[in-house]
């Protein structure tokens, strides 16, 4: 298979997958998603202990370089998504998100599912922008260390986390020094970049209503963000733990710059939100087409082969 990925011994057939949050609340979304021959696993919406509904609406505007969103966390409640991994999905990987709205809510979600039959892939959000008074995780690397070490103490099962955008050398080398220390199944990075802005100059007006406005930021515009994480990640961590590249995907090019930055499985936000399931198969045809172009037959002839001047 010229698409396929590996992450904790578990194969994937296709790279491609929504990114978590979009397409992904209610059981029939994530059906729709693996019902598609163009996608190769699906993340679940991060869960919480309780249902959420999330913050006021709008929280999701959408605008020509990208979007921002404050939706706030709704979910269905972590029993209806570990109800729903657990179950058969006719051989493709389903991967369980968990939010960490508290330090022991998450440790408890994490024994719930290490106590539970689902023998997948979790993935850890460290990175929710957009619950007020709760910052995010990963932003802090000291809660971040003692966090991975209560969690690795009981939980042996594939767990990855799901990171936000770094900026600087100082924290891609902290924050990878951190997760070297733990046998993590991957990393997904990013999530949207924090509490950004957008302004309507014709309303004079903010788009979103939570926050005043404020939202994490997805789309074309945070590629180049997006690519530098996942590049500078690479580079950085253990070739054990696999990567999950996230962030600004459009077309079959923006997903073969992720897997020449390192990526092994590619998601896709803002733009499955824009245009739905359909856009997968464009997705996996592009890509294809310019492997071919170039002569690539698997994508492992060039994930990770990025060129440096
Ligand atoms: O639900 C959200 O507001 C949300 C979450 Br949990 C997240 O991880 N990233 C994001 O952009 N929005």
Redesign the pocket.
């Known amino acids: 298979n010229r698409l396929h990925a590996t992450i904790a011994d578990i194969n994937f057939e296709g790279i491609l997958a929504n990114a ?2 979009v397409h992904c609340q209610t059981k029939e979304e994530l059906a729709e998603l693996l019902a598609s021959p163009y996608v190769a696993t699906a993340v679940t919406k ?1 869960s919480t202990k309780e249902v959420r509904t ?2 006021p609406k709008p ?1 999701y505007y959408e605008f020509e370089q990208g979007s921002i ?6 979910n269905n409640g972590f029993d209806y998504y570990l109800d729903y991994v657990s179950q058969d999905h006719s051989q493709k990987p389903v991967i369980l998100s968990v ?1 960490s709205l508290s330090m022991t809510e998450g440790i408890e979600l994490l024994k719930r599912v290490q106590d539970s039959d689902f023998q997948g892939i979790t993935e850890f ?1 460290l ?5 007020v008074g709760k910052p995010q995780v990963a932003y802090d690397f000291e809660t971040t260390h003692q966090i991975l070490t209560e969690v690795f103490k009981f939980f042996k099962k594939p767990l990855g986390v ?1 990171l936000p955008p770094y900026f600087d050398f100082a924290h891609f080398d902290q924050m990878a020094d951190i997760l070297n220390q733990f046998p993590l199944s991957h990393i997904n990075s990013v ?2 970049i924090g509490n950004g802005l957008y302004v309507d100059v014709e309303t004079e007006a903010s788009v979103i209503k939570p926050k005043k406005g404020f ?2 930021l ?1 789309g074309a515009m945070i590629l180049p963000t997006a690519l530098a994480n996942v590049r500078a990640f690479r580079e950085r961590l253990n070739p054990d733990i696999k990567i999950i590249g996230t962030g600004g995907v459009t077309s079959g090019e923006e997903v073969f710059a992720h897997i020449l930055c390192g990526a092994d499985l590619v998601s896709v936000g803002t733009e499955l939100q824009r245009q739905g399931i359909g856009l997968f198969e464009k997705l996996q045809h592009e890509l294809l087409m310019i492997m071919n172009e170039k002569g690539y037959q698997s994508i492992d002839e060039f994930k990770g082969q990025l060129k440096t001047m």
């Not at 969103?69 to 709704?74: H, K, Q, T």
């Not at 990175?127 to 619950?131: A, D, E, I, L």
């Open positions: 978590s949050g991060s999330g913050n929280s969103n404050s939706m706030g966390l709704p939010a959000n990175s929710c922008p957009n619950v799901k999530n949207s939202g994490g997805g």
